[in-house]
């Protein structure tokens, strides 16, 4: 293996060699001509050879120089083509981003920063892959994960990357027209509730109410069930139930008259949805392009 001090002092050489001049050559690296000497005369004693013919208005060099000049000139330019290469490796994002999501994480979150990501890295590879039960990133072999905050593990580093949500209970105005609409949380045991399962844990959700800082959970019953809110939202709508969903995916639902909200006053807001990721240590720099993008359009906290 060439040491490092012996790699410089054969590319003091090449230079030399290169310019035909110490004074040139100097200038051109950087140093003072008499330490541009030392470092020749330092060579040619290590190798035991002269490699410049040196006059007092030329240099030149010899035979063995010329020779060892035809070797080390490709591999100089070689090792500089390698690490621009490098340089601009490093300055230009690249790579495969590999994130799991939920569909509601990846709507809220990730959508609406991909086309500005794509636009600004387009030699990155952004992969979702839609999951809804809690991954091991680390064994799974994604970079990051995006769940609600009170699902992420602690030893998770973890960045706020969604607004806070709150749930919404909703029913069509036809369903309404066939069945009183329930007053408190206790009253939906009574109606046709859409279900909705969660798949990773083999179970049906409860739905989750709270008010004056008292929780509660009902588990209701009902014809239908399913584990994608947008299936809930359209049954909903046909008058077929009453689904749990999260407020904003009911958002244009409501705003249009095809379903109504029920028990607002039980529905409190909680922490939205977190990006994280193993370690501060081990972060891509596709994975930092992105955490800055969000951080850009961190939401509000409220």
Not at 12 to 18: D, E, L, N, S, Y
Not at 49 to 71: F, H, M, N, Q
Not at 214 to 224: E, H, N
Request: with cysteine; proline share 5%.
């Amino acid at each position: 293996m060439i040491a490092r001090g012996n790699l410089d002092d054969l590319a003091a050489f090449a230079t030399v060699a290169r310019t035909r001049s110490f004074t040139r050559a100097a200038a051109e690296l950087g140093v003072s001509n008499s330490m541009l000497s030392y470092t020749i005369k330092r060579l040619e004693q290590r190798l035991g050879i002269v490699l410049l013919g040196r006059t007092s208005r030329s240099v030149a060099p010899t035979e063995a120089g010329e020779k060892l000049l035809l070797t080390l000139e490709p591999a100089l330019q070689a090792i500089d083509a390698r690490l621009g290469e490098l340089g601009r490796a490093r300055d230009q994002i690249s790579g495969t981003l590999r994130i799991t999501a939920t569909r509601q994480a990846y709507e809220a979150v990730i959508r609406p920063v991909l086309d500005t990501f794509c636009k600004v890295y387009p030699e990155a590879v952004v992969e979702v892959v839609i999951d809804y039960g809690f991954r091991n990133i680390v064994a799974d072999g994604f970079d990051a994960g995006i769940r609600l905050g009170e699902k992420v593990q602690k030893d998770m580093v973890a960045l706020r990357v969604g607004p806070t949500l709150r749930m919404a209970v909703v029913a069509s105005p036809a369903y309404l027209a066939r069945y009183p609409a329930p007053r408190t949380p206790q009253d939906l045991t009574t109606h046709r509730c859409i279900n909705y399962r969660m798949v990773s844990a083999d179970t049906v959700y409860a739905w989750e109410f709270e008010r004056d800082g008292q929780p509660l959970k009902i588990a209701v019953s009902g014809p239908l069930t399913f584990n994608e809110p947008d299936l809930m939202l359209h049954a909903a709508a046909d008058g077929l139930g009453i689904a749990y969903v999260l407020e904003h995916e009911a958002k244009d639902w409501l705003a249009s008259g095809r379903l109504v909200s029920l028990l607002d006053d039980w529905m409190a807001p909680f922490p939205g949805f977190y990006l994280y990721y193993a370690s501060r240590k081990q972060v891509s720099p596709v994975l930092a392009a992105l955490l800055t993008l969000l951080r850009t359009r961190q939401p509000s906290q409220t």
